[in-house]
């Protein structure tokens, strides 16, 4: 009579671990897709504030050389005129700031704190900087989005692993039970 139930103990026991484990791997690829998710939208959003900063700058940069030889006056109305412009590249580098990790973009962060002198001989070198800066970054992340989310990997390893293990178990059994027959079979 106890043998009767033990078998059933035991089968309700394997379902319910295996429900947790699906369960369980459920939910990390459910996070690890939310995260990739976020990880393409800060992408998309740091090349589009990066893009918007180099446009602005170049442009900048152009026009302070030519209104370098206006006179004081000239210069003071075009400032005035154009301040909504230097607001936006204001917000443009505080926005990608922000967006930054300080410990993994140091670089590109200095960089863009040095922003803030137009008619500095060094500019168009520094803008090209930044550009290669952010395109490295870009470049980083986007990897990161396509091999996946560090417990991904993790997972897939594992279920790999898991894979060939039931699949040379199997192996092992078929070759155990035709061994059995074939024996049998000679025996007779």
């Known amino acids: 009579m106890k043998e009767d139930l033990l078998v059933p103990a035991i089968v309700a026991l394997v379902v319910g671990l295996i429900a947790a484990v699906v369960s369980l791997v459920v939910s990390i690829l459910a996070k690890d897709q939310k995260t990739s998710e976020f990880r393409q939208a800060w992408i998309d959003a740091l090349r589009n504030d990066v893009s918007q900063l180099i446009a602005?700058?170049?442009?900048?940069?152009?026009?302070?050389e030519i209104i370098q030889s206006k006179s004081t006056e000239?210069?003071?109305e075009y400032l005035l005129a154009h301040q909504e412009d230097y607001v936006e590249i204001a917000m443009l580098i505080s926005r990608i700031r922000l967006r930054l990790n300080p410990d993994e973009h140091e670089k590109l962060s200095h960089l863009l704190i040095s922003m803030d002198n137009f008619n500095d001989k060094g500019m168009g070198a520094r803008i090209e900087t930044i550009s290669v800066e952010a395109q490295q970054i870009l470049k980083t992340e986007w990897d990161r989005v396509k091999v996946g989310e560090p417990s991904f990997v993790w997972l897939k390893r594992i279920s790999k692993a898991g894979f060939f293990s039931v699949l040379a178990i199997?192996?092992?059994?078929?070759?155990?039970?035709?061994?059995?027959?074939?024996?049998?079979?000679w025996s007779r």
Do not use: F, W
Not at 56 to 64: E, F, N, R, V
Not at 170 to 185: K, L, N
């Open 56 to 64: 602005q700058l170049g442009i900048k940069m152009t026009t302070t």
């Open 74 to 76: 000239q210069v003071d």
């Open 170 to 185: 199997g192996v092992g059994v078929c070759a155990a039970v035709v061994s059995d027959q074939i024996g049998t079979y």
